[in-house]
Structures are given as C-alpha cells and as structure tokens.
C-alpha cells in the first residue's frame, strides 16, 4: 500500500511561483510512475504532467499543452517524494492538484490508470 501527502500549496498572485511536494510512504516508489492532475470547481479532474524514472522505462515526463514551458515534474528518491513546479502561474490554474502513482511504470495521462492518489492541495491564483 502507498500513502501520498501533498503540500505546498496556497494563494499566489499571477505570475509567481509554488513547488507542490508529494510524499510517499508504504513503499518506495521506485519503481512508480507518478502523476499530477487537477480538477476546478465544476469542472473533471485533468492531466497535468507524469513522469517515469523506473527500470520499465527509461527517464520519461509528458505535461499539459497548458502548463507546458511553465510547471516541471521531478522527484527526489532519497526523499520519496514527487515535486510539482510551478512558474508564470496564472488564474486558470486555480485548482485541487492530486499527486496519483502508477504501480507499472510507465507514463500516463488518464486518472483511472493510476492506482493511489493523495488528498489534494488547494492552489489559488489571484488576478
């Protein structure tokens, strides 16, 4: 069993910067491929960046047409934590994030194919 926390998020103005952390325990992950989605108000749960550093595949990260350029995934496997940065943030990306893994690692951008999932960080971005 894998336990996901996030943090790091809060309320920002447009154009500035927040690093969500999602921590991992139970199981080191890995071998894991780890996922950051979002959902807004009213709105489905959307794919915002994957990565894969796993002996399935080689170093992989895939990221929204949205927040391309802007946020960067990676991971500290001493730590067993996955960070989500986020740059140039913007109004639209006011959302729930949700840290998910996936126990066969390879990247993915579907929420039903990951397998744990943490309870969410509010981030705020203000006009």
């Known amino acids: 069993q894998v336990q996901l926390v996030e943090s790091g998020g809060g309320l920002v103005q447009a154009g500035g910067s927040l690093r969500l952390s999602c921590a991992a325990s139970?199981?080191?992950?890995?071998?894991?491929?780890m996922g950051w989605f979002r959902q807004a108000p009213g709105k489905e749960r959307e794919f915002v960046a994957t990565?894969?550093?796993?002996?399935?595949?080689?170093?992989?990260?895939a990221y929204a047409d949205s927040v391309k350029g802007r946020f960067t995934i990676s991971r500290s496997t001493a730590a067993n934590t996955v960070y989500l940065q986020m740059n140039s943030l913007k109004p639209e990306d006011t959302a729930v994030y949700y840290c998910?893994?996936?126990?066969?690692?390879?990247?993915?951008?579907?929420?039903?194919?990951?397998?744990?999932w943490g309870q969410g960080t509010q981030v705020t971005v203000s006009s």
């Open positions: 139970g199981r080191t992950f890995s071998s894991y491929a």
């Open positions: 990565g894969s550093w796993s002996a399935w595949s080689a170093y992989n990260t």
């Open positions: 998910a893994a996936k126990s066969r690692g390879v990247i993915a951008t579907i929420p039903n194919e990951y397998d744990y």
